[in-house]
């Protein structure tokens, strides 16, 4: 395994920050005890200031060791020379001449067609890396034969001619993020059903879609012995964040409070205005027509008042756990009694956005807070759940996989930072704490859409 991070004698080609996170990742799925398919020992990972020659020994010494398996990952920079063949960039390289300071992948075609193992694996995260693809298929090249004797699987990022993605503020990049995302799952994925797994991921946030070769049976190879069960229900009484009638009724008790206010105010100017138009017109009775009118003012909007108040006994209970999102409501007058479940393992990420249209004044901070909107976006492969949610989002965002759970998270008496917090503490990587990463999670978004 190598990746690059740091490009010091190419000042075009941009740090890559997540790279160091995706050998992490990989490394720990590969080699876990329980669920890896491979030895620690036998999991190495370069050293990212290594040069060329220094990368070509370590993989020349792993091909010819290697007997069951040889699995090569590369993220970085990809590289093309004026003939459009593929480099993979090193801390070393001259972004001008990849011919002579870059790691060319007809060189690691050679490595992998030389090898004795019965499974050959070449993963490549970095852009133009369908190339390998071509590479690895030529029919004229030297080693073809080899290549096809035993199994050998290749999967790439991106196409031959696409550019692959590390988005801002992500922990890995995107191609290798999805890759564990489907390492992950319970039950363990073939590297053909890894490939389907990464490629629905990327589509469905508008990003290239990665390209796969196999020869033999190697597509059939899992890199995961799959978990038992990847999300273990913690104990609900002390391992979960609940909001309810209890917290939904303290915010909406600010805002009634706010309403009475109002009331008290409308009805001393409308006593006063009643008071001056009898001065004016010498007649007192008007006085007291102006003072029951705003008793009478006063009296509807504070029944009003307590209407609101009983009815935050009927508001929704959001809990927030390992397990994943779960809403329930009471019975009411629009939709009857229900419950609605969300799994982590179902959800692509989650988030809060701003008001919807029409709420209350945003000067208000806390009731505008209240009025945030949480939403989920599912993975490709998961239908509507039952139960559907009563609360729509725009058809837009619903066509792109999208699915409000509340319009308003003060229903469920939260505020947007007290829900983030929560989501941040059981959900991961998932959670996207702001409209700006709405829209580089998911480049179909526009910002007319949150």
């Known amino acids: 395994m190598i990746g690059v991070s740091d490009f010091p004698e190419s000042p075009d080609l941009s740090g890559l920050s997540a790279v160091r996170e995706n050998l992490v990742g990989l490394w720990h799925r590969l080699t876990d005890p329980?669920?890896?398919?491979?030895?620690?020992?036998?999991?190495?990972?370069?050293?990212?200031?290594?040069?060329?020659?220094?990368?070509?020994?370590?993989?020349?010494?792993?091909?010819?060791?290697?007997?069951d398996m040889l699995l090569i990952y590369y993220a970085?920079?990809?590289?093309?020379?004026d003939r459009g063949r593929l480099y993979l960039a090193t801390s070393q390289t001259q972004a001008r001449a990849p011919k002579y300071s870059a790691l060319a992948v007809d060189l690691l075609r050679e490595d992998v067609g030389n090898s004795a193992a019965g499974a050959r694996v070449l993963i490549l995260d970095c852009c133009f890396s369908g190339r390998a693809i071509e590479t690895m298929s030529d029919q004229q090249g030297l080693f073809r034969e080899q290549v096809t004797i035993a199994g050998t699987y290749t999967m790439t990022s991106t196409t031959a001619n696409s550019p692959a993605y590390s988005?801002?503020?992500?922990?890995?990049?995107?191609?290798t993020g999805a890759l564990l995302t489907a390492l992950d799952r319970p039950?363990?994925?073939?590297?053909?059903?890894?490939?389907l797994a990464v490629a629905e991921d990327?589509?469905?946030?508008?990003?290239?879609?990665?390209?796969?070769?196999?020869?033999?049976?190697?597509?059939a190879l899992a890199l995961s012995r799959g978990r038992v069960d990847p999300f273990p229900p913690p104990d609900p009484l002390l391992d979960e964040v609940r909001f309810g009638p209890a917290q939904a009724a303290a915010i909406r008790e600010k805002g009634l409070q706010v309403m009475r206010r109002a009331a008290a105010f409308a009805c001393a100017v409308t006593a006063g205005l009643y008071a001056l138009f009898a001065v004016a017109n010498h007649d007192p009775g008007e006085i007291w027509g102006g003072v029951v009118l705003a008793l009478v003012v006063y009296f509807i909007l504070t029944f009003f008042v307590h209407a609101m108040r009983r009815a935050s006994a009927k508001d929704p209970t959001l809990i927030v756990d390992g397990t994943g999102l779960t809403m329930t409501w009471s019975k009411s007058a629009l939709w009857p009694e229900g419950r609605l479940f969300y799994p982590w393992k179902d959800i692509s990420h989650v988030g809060?956005?701003?008001?919807?249209?029409?709420?209350?004044?945003?000067?208000?901070?806390?009731?505008?807070?209240?009025?945030h909107a949480l939403i989920v976006r599912l993975r490709p492969e998961v239908p509507d759940p039952p139960g559907e949610s009563h609360f729509h989002l725009s058809n837009e965002l619903n066509k792109l996989g999208y699915h409000a759970i509340i319009s308003r998270i003060g229903g469920f008496g939260a505020t947007k930072k007290e829900l983030l917090a929560a989501l941040d503490r059981?959900?991961?990587?998932?959670?996207?704490?702001?409209?700006k990463e709405f829209l580089a999670r998911d480049p179909r978004l526009r910002p007319d859409m949150l």
């Open 34 to 67: 329980d669920t890896g398919v491979l030895e620690s020992q036998n999991c190495i990972v370069a050293d990212p200031m290594s040069s060329v020659a220094e990368l070509g020994r370590l993989f020349g010494k792993a091909a010819g060791e290697a007997s």
């Open 76 to 81: 970085g920079h990809g590289l093309l020379d």
């Open 167 to 175: 988005l801002a503020g992500h922990k890995y990049t995107a191609f």
């Open 187 to 195: 039950e363990p994925l073939p590297l053909n059903d890894i490939y």
């Open 202 to 219: 990327l589509q469905s946030r508008g990003l290239p879609r990665p390209q796969q070769r196999a020869t033999d049976t190697a597509g």
């Open 352 to 371: 809060v956005v701003r008001p919807l249209p029409g709420t209350v004044n945003s000067k208000l901070k806390e009731i505008y807070d209240a009025n």
């Open 426 to 435: 059981f959900a991961g990587e998932r959670v996207v704490h702001s409209e």
